[in-house]
């Protein structure tokens, strides 16, 4: 699975990733929270692109230190969406990690 993956990469190469809602094993969206500076936080997605192939798109609120409305954001979409994942990462490069991984680049 590819939540299991990602989780595997970023703590093998010294991050903590953690899955702060388990959703859907099978059919569950993504929604990533990464955290690469101390109080700054972005949140992406897997999407897909016009063609079909999957990418990280960004979500959420704008500010990336409104940890308040970054909360509220992922807990109102899980509530409306109980299979989503909600995943957080906390590693230098956070984007990167995630898009080689639940992307394939």
């Not at 109980?82 to 956070?94: G, H, Y």
């Amino acid at each position: 699975m590819l939540v299991s993956a990602l989780l595997k990469r970023v703590n093998d190469a010294g991050g903590m990733g953690m899955v702060r809602a388990r959703g859907d094993a099978e059919s569950g969206a993504i929604l990533l929270i990464l955290n690469e500076e101390r109080g700054v936080s972005r949140l992406m997605e897997r999407a897909l692109d016009p063609s079909g192939k999957p990418i990280l798109a960004g979500a959420g609120p704008n500010d990336p230190q409104d940890i308040a409305a970054r909360e509220a954001y992922w807990r109102k979409r899980r509530a409306g969406d109980p299979d989503l994942w909600v995943i957080e990462l906390d590693i230098a490069s956070a984007e990167r990690f995630a898009a080689e991984t639940i992307c394939g680049g």
